[in-house]
């Protein structure tokens, strides 16, 4: 049995998104208040595994779980494409007549800004979990209280599905991570299988340093997926860079980490892993 720490309750995009990705397994979740608590689980029992969102194709990035990641020491082994579908729900004696704010996670109620706008007199209320939402409303019995979260989450803990389908884009999809203790990584994912990676690293106050370095790996016919930078606190105009690269023969790769290994700073491997595809 796999114990996987989500961020979120049961019913949570998290709980989905791990269920898909160990699909056929047995599981068994941890369910996380925090991205926090996540990792400390990981760091606390090398045998937890981690599910972490990463990115949306419409919130962006989640740039703290980027540093957070960063910090555990973790090493990320999988990834999972969900595609990200909200509805909004209430007590079953609740209806539209009656509910008055509603409640879910902050990039939940972004993600339907839309459909809020269009429904002008609920309040939107920020809460840590989309699921975490619906069960806090159930079992308090918060009548005038709505929830958005995934029509799973609803179903499971009894609440009426008002509608379905109310996010702004329909093409919304959220990355995740699978994360876990470097000791653990190769028994999670076969070396010779991957063909994606996520590095990390610095570059010296320079013109051209990050050119360079993007130019050696288009050298090894590398591909770059994604760059991300965050600011180095104490260090004012300088970045990290999260890069995400595929490629399809591992030993150029290697090679081409080590090319620009003398150009960075503090260049560190995050993971190496199999590109996930998308779900729907």
């Known amino acids: 049995m796999k114990r996987i720490a989500i961020q979120g309750e049961l019913g949570s995009f998290h709980d989905i998104a791990a269920h898909q990705y160990f699909e056929g397994e047995q599981v068994q979740l941890i369910c996380c208040s925090t991205f926090e608590q996540v990792f ?7 045998t937890v595994i981690g ?19 960063r910090d555990s020491g973790a090493a990320v082994v999988g990834e ?18 009656s509910i008055n704010e509603v409640h879910s996670h902050p990039v939940a109620l972004q993600q339907c800004r839309c459909f809020l706008a269009a429904h002008s007199g609920l309040k939107a209320v920020e809460a840590e979990d989309t699921a975490g939402s619906a069960q806090y409303i159930a079992e308090h019995q918060c009548k005038g209280w ?7 989450a609803a179903n499971m803990y009894g609440m009426k ?16 991570l699978v994360v876990c203790d470097q000791r653990k990584a190769d028994f999670l994912r076969p070396l010779a299988e991957t063909n994606k990676s996520s590095l990390v690293f610095s570059l010296p106050h320079e013109e051209g340093s990050l050119s360079q370095v993007l130019s050696i790996l288009n050298f090894y016919k590398i591909n770059l997926t994604k760059i991300q930078s965050l600011p180095i606190i104490g260090h004012e105009w300088e970045y990290m860079f999260y890069v ?5 023969n591992l030993t150029r790769y290697r090679q081409s980490i080590d090319a620009i290994m003398p150009l960075t700073k503090e260049l560190k491997i995050l993971g190496e892993y199999k590109d996930g595809k998308q779900v729907d």
């Not at 709505?146 to 799973?152: E, L, Y």
């Not at 599905?161 to 995740?176: G, M, S, W, Y």
């Open 40 to 46: 400390e689980n990981i760091k606390q029992d090398p």
């Open 51 to 69: 599910m972490t969102a990463i990115e949306n194709t419409i919130a962006g990035s989640l740039l703290h779980n980027y540093e957070l990641l």
């Open 80 to 97: 999972h494409k969900l595609h990200i579908s909200h509805c909004i729900c209430c007590l079953p004696e609740d209806d539209w007549d």
């Open 146 to 152: 709505a929830a958005i979260c995934s029509v799973d």
């Open 161 to 176: 599905i008002l509608e379905a389908h109310i996010e702004d884009n329909k093409h919304n999809f959220t990355r995740f």
């Open 244 to 248: 995400d690269v595929t490629y399809n």
